[in-house]
């Protein structure tokens, strides 16, 4: 019996990227005859003509399947979306850009088949971002994997296959701030690494500016380490060892030397340098009290509005 895959893809304003991604894909799934699709599309609550185009396409074709969700919630919350909605045996998670090649899918279904539980796609070619974008994203990899005990692959974005035991593994993490390369690497099993070239956009624009890259990093970073945190309590400790040091000398001087005048420069420098430290190590703490708040909410993740699909038929 052929086995069921599953595409999990989330749509966010990709209006022009709708049928390109279909023109893509299908030549590439139809290769694969001993393997049945199902297309789990999710719309991230698009402001543009997305979720027209993606309802048209499932009209049209049986396997795809539209997740409609009630706004946008991020791309974190549509991949949870999709991962849920996904029904098949492993399921593999494709941005609809298409820069992540379909063509390496034959090769990921093939390495599934021979044990592997998860099939990670690594760039290995990245010029086609911004040189900024990799010397930032090489900076994040390096320092994540150096605060935390959980490693994340360098260069190895969403584009993966995961056995449905690895997905149910997944759906068990409760945490509402998902960061999900984190929750990937955290639940392990069997994994193999494919590389590629990632190819240019087909269409649109990147949905990710660089303030939304500065706050993805910070979740990151707060979400499987607590030693960014742990750090401010080392400065503090380093901090109060100095003062009590220069105490000491200002007290031998004054019994030695006499009181003299101190310097307004040194008075204006240490005030502001320990009061900025004050202010970062509040901030970061508030970080982590932010995530403690919102995770106490207990609210869901994601709310679907509708969900989009014929009913089946002949897929031959």
């Known amino acids: 019996m052929p086995s069921l895959i599953s595409l999990v893809v989330p749509f966010y304003n990709e209006g022009e990227s709708v049928d390109l991604f279909a023109q893509g894909i299908l030549p590439v799934l139809s290769t694969l005859s001993d393997t049945e699709w199902e297309i789990v599309c999710v719309d991230d609550g698009s402001k543009d003509d997305t979720l027209k185009r993606l309802i048209a396409l499932a009209s049209q074709d049986s396997r795809f399947r539209v997740v409609e969700l009630s706004r946008n ?53 990245r010029s086609t971002d911004s040189a900024a974008k990799r010397l930032t994203a090489s900076w994040f ?19 993966r296959l995961m056995d449905r035991c690895v997905v149910d593994a997944l759906q068990q993490l409760p945490e509402r701030q998902r960061f999900m390369k984190g929750l ?32 993805f990093a910070l979740e990151g970073l707060t979400s499987f380490s607590t030693l960014p945190i742990r750090i401010w309590t080392y400065l503090g400790s380093i901090g109060a060892l100095l003062a009590l ?64 699909q014929n009913s089946p038929t002949s897929l031959s």
């Open 73 to 125: 919630f991020g791309k974190e919350a549509a991949m949870t979306a999709g991962l849920d909605s996904a029904t098949g045996a492993a399921i593999i998670i494709i941005d609809a850009d298409l820069q992540d090649p379909p063509e390496l899918i034959p090769d990921m279904i093939q390495a599934w088949r021979q044990g592997a539980e998860v099939v990670l796609g690594r760039r290995v070619d």
């Open 141 to 159: 990899y390096s320092l994540h994997n150096k605060l935390s005990k959980i490693k994340i692959p360098s260069n190895v974005g969403d584009f």
């Open 184 to 215: 990937f690497a955290w639940v392990g099993f069997r994994t193999v690494t494919l590389d590629y070239v990632r190819a240019a956009r087909n269409a649109g624009e990147t949905k990710f500016s660089g303030l939304a890259l500065w706050n």
């Open 245 to 308: 040091l220069y105490g000491l000398f200002i007290v031998g001087r004054t019994l030695f030397l006499g009181n003299s005048v101190p310097g307004y420069a040194s008075i204006f420098f240490a005030v502001t340098f320990f009061g900025s430290i004050q202010i970062i190590s509040i901030g970061m703490l508030g970080e982590y009290i932010g995530r403690i708040y919102m995770e106490t909410k207990q609210r869901p993740i994601y709310l679907v509005r509708k969900i989009h």
